[in-house]
């Protein structure tokens, strides 16, 4: 037995200090720091992502298609063969949508797995989580953003599911 000095406990033959109530304080105030700042850090990662792809993929507008003031105007209709049909221009823009939303998805879902399976190998906590949670809020508004497309989205949100699902239980197994 060790004779140890006050604020010293006895550990494997040798005296440590003792964490005692303020040490178990100042841990927990530590986590729940941690904690706090990821979410921070997760919001904003996740709204700086969001402007650039917007900056960088354009986006389609619908006067870049049709000849009208959305703002002020109804869907024109246009006569052919005594009736009225809708104009195609907004077909042309709606395809033009749909497949901007699939490059964000895409762009979206490649981030946030590359975020998440970054979160599983590093070491530091307060990184650790904001990898993860910006990845896994990436996904998940890469699926909202192309929801039109749903087999896509359920395809690939099943293939980053496994690919995740592998890697982590990989990872915590070592």
Same mark, same amino acid.
């Given at each position: 037995m060790v004779n140890c000095k006050p604020g010293f406990k006895e550990k494997d033959g040798k005296c440590? *200090?003792?964490?005692?109530?303020?040490? *178990?304080v100042k841990g927990s105030r530590n986590l729940t720091l941690t904690i706090i700042l990821s979410i921070i850090a997760i919001i904003l990662?996740?709204?700086?992502?969001?402007?650039?792809?917007?900056?960088?993929?354009?986006?389609?507008e619908i006067d870049e298609f049709c000849d +009208?003031? @959305?703002r002020t105007?109804?869907?024109?209709?246009?006569?052919?063969?005594?009736?009225?049909?809708?104009?195609?221009?907004?077909?042309?823009?709606?395809? $033009?949508?749909k497949k901007n939303?699939?490059? +964000?998805?895409?762009?979206?879902a490649g981030i946030g797995l590359i975020l998440i399976v970054a979160g599983l190998f590093i070491k530091n906590l307060l990184l650790q989580? @904001? $990898?993860?949670?910006?990845?896994?809020i990436l996904v998940i508004e890469s699926a909202i953003r192309n929801f039109q497309s749903t087999i896509s989205v359920i395809v690939v949100l099943a293939v980053l599911l496994i690919i995740i699902i592998v890697v982590?239980?990989?990872?915590?197994k070592s």
């Amino acid at each position: 037995m060790v004779n140890c000095k006050p604020g010293f406990k006895e550990k494997d033959g040798k005296c440590v *200090k003792s964490s005692g109530f303020f040490g *178990k304080v100042k841990g927990s105030r530590n986590l729940t720091l941690t904690i706090i700042l990821s979410i921070i850090a997760i919001i904003l990662v996740v709204v700086l992502f969001n402007l650039i792809v917007n900056e960088i993929v354009p986006r389609p507008e619908i006067d870049e298609f049709c000849d +009208i003031d @959305i703002r002020t105007s109804e869907p024109r209709e246009i006569p052919i063969n005594g009736s009225f049909v809708p104009d195609p221009c907004f077909d042309e823009f709606d395809e $033009a949508r749909k497949k901007n939303n699939q490059t +964000i998805f895409f762009i979206f879902a490649g981030i946030g797995l590359i975020l998440i399976v970054a979160g599983l190998f590093i070491k530091n906590l307060l990184l650790q989580l @904001i $990898a993860l949670g910006s990845g896994g809020i990436l996904v998940i508004e890469s699926a909202i953003r192309n929801f039109q497309s749903t087999i896509s989205v359920i395809v690939v949100l099943a293939v980053l599911l496994i690919i995740i699902i592998v890697v982590g239980v990989r990872q915590l197994k070592s």
